[in-house]
């Protein structure tokens, strides 16, 4: 039962730091023109990512850091500036992903649309630091079994989102584009203010650490 009630606790952590229902709207932004085969890809491929990157730093997370001399903050910062950037690009309406392909062109065009994948949705979007910061937390507070059970939430929450994320189309196809265009830019903005507060929390966390 405890087992049952710390997984649920683990699960709504990840649940309030990822918010897949609010990531939906932004899926959408970047995948906007991709047809169901290549949007089915990348929020395949996003997940896929994203999990891994969970999994490692849950298992390795702080040797990973202090391996390589890197901090939270540092993290927050850099995640932030690029989540800043691709919520930017959104909100003056410009299209992440490549334009319409001729046929000679359609094998690197798809890679191109496939990248947003790999960045902003697996990082900083899915995985950003504080995915990875609550990963790190639930993992170290024993031993393998809350590991296990960090690893195996977060795997369910993928699969959530991964219904959501597909699951969406039916909502472009009942709004309409246009609106999507309207949402595209509204998250743009959001994307934006959520890469300063990144950006603000990770200068905080720096000048904590220099004092």
Request: hydrophobic share 60%; proline share 4%.
């Given at each position: ?6 997984a649920?606790?683990v699960?709504?952590?990840?649940f309030?730091i ?9 899926f959408?932004g970047?995948?906007d023109?991709d047809?169901a ?6 929020a395949l491929r ?9 999994a490692v730093f849950a298992?390795?997370?702080k ?11 540092a993290?927050r910062?850099t995640?932030?500036l ?11 309406g410009?299209s992440?992903q490549?334009h ?13 649309q496939l990248?947003?994948?790999?960045s902003?949705l697996a990082?900083?979007i899915?995985?950003g630091p504080?995915t990875i ?7 170290a ?5 809350d590991t296990l059970?960090?690893?195996g939430?977060?795997?369910?929450l993928?699969?959530l989102?991964f219904?959501?994320f597909?699951s969406?189309a039916r ?5 309409g584009r246009?609106?999507?265009?309207v949402?595209?830019?509204m ?6 203010v ?5 950006v603000i929390?990770g200068?905080?966390?720096?000048l904590?650490?220099?004092?």
């Amino acid at each position: 039962m405890q087992m049952w009630m710390d997984a649920a606790t683990v699960f709504m952590g990840f649940f309030a730091i990822m918010n897949p229902i609010a990531n939906v709207p932004i899926f959408l932004g970047l995948t906007d023109g991709d047809d169901a085969a290549t949007t089915r890809a990348v929020a395949l491929r996003a997940l896929l990512i994203a999990f891994v990157i969970v999994a490692v730093f849950a298992l390795a997370g702080k040797l990973i850091f202090e391996l390589f001399g890197l901090s939270l903050p540092a993290l927050r910062i850099t995640g932030g500036l690029l989540v800043f950037r691709i919520g930017f690009q959104m909100l003056g309406g410009q299209s992440s992903q490549a334009h319409h392909p001729t046929p000679a062109e359609t094998a690197g065009a798809r890679e191109a649309q496939l990248s947003v994948a790999v960045s902003p949705l697996a990082m900083p979007i899915l995985a950003g630091p504080g995915t990875i910061a609550t990963a790190m937390s639930f993992a170290a507070r024993g031993g393998i079994g809350d590991t296990l059970i960090t690893i195996g939430a977060f795997a369910v929450l993928c699969v959530l989102t991964f219904v959501l994320f597909i699951s969406g189309a039916r909502m472009v196809a009942f709004i309409g584009r246009s609106a999507l265009g309207v949402i595209t830019r509204m998250m743009g903005l959001i994307l934006a203010v959520i890469g300063t507060q990144m950006v603000i929390e990770g200068i905080k966390g720096a000048l904590t650490l220099v004092r």
